[in-house]
């Protein structure tokens, strides 16, 4: 382990938690179709501005809402197995600090919000993540925001979300 820990309840398994880093960016008039092209990747996930969906967390659950961005997100959720977030940091880190040109026009475009959310989903109700310095600021050098989701349940999700600038 590289000094990145989570701290859960020591009687669940791994179906119990997901966790994932996502390296992401949204505009008003995004094209996922030229961002995919730069970076020369298929994203894990994209949502076009205007487009209808239903969230499953937070304030507006359940209820129809229309998306005000377009938005491109390469994760790390369904290629990284391991339960250390670290793994899951380095794995975007290997992909972008490479792509580094690429992503420097984003991040250096006000349109562009460049982010990076550290997911962390669990059937308990106290998380704890922690990684070491080095990694969070390699991390920081590859988007304009960080954010931290945490997604806690014992009857139902409670979905918190801290935003770093």
């Not at 092209?37 to 359940?62: D, M, N, Q, V, W």
């Not at 129809?64 to 977030?85: A, K, L, T």
């Not at 380095?90 to 006000?110: R, S």
């Amino acid at each position: 382990m590289e000094n990145s820990e989570y701290i859960t309840n020591q009687d669940n398994d791994q179906d119990d938690y997901r966790m994932s880093v996502t390296l992401g960016m949204r505009a008003l008039n995004l094209s996922t179709e030229e961002v995919s092209s730069a970076f020369g990747l298929k994203p894990t996930h994209t949502f076009e501005r205007g487009e209808i969906f239903i969230p499953k967390h937070g304030s507006f659950s359940g209820q129809e809402v229309m998306r005000r961005w377009g938005v491109w997100q390469y994760s790390s959720e369904n290629f990284v197995q391991s339960e250390d977030i670290a793994d899951h940091m380095n794995f975007i880190l290997k992909i972008f600090e490479k792509k580094a040109d690429v992503l420097q026009h984003y991040l250096d475009d006000p349109v562009f919000d460049v982010g990076l959310r550290i997911w962390f989903e669990s059937k308990c109700q106290t998380v704890g993540l922690g990684f070491e310095n080095a990694t969070m600021l390699r991390m920081l050098k590859i988007c304009n925001y960080v954010y931290f989701t945490l997604a806690l349940d014992e009857c139902g999700y409670e979905e918190c979300n801290i935003r770093f600038l």
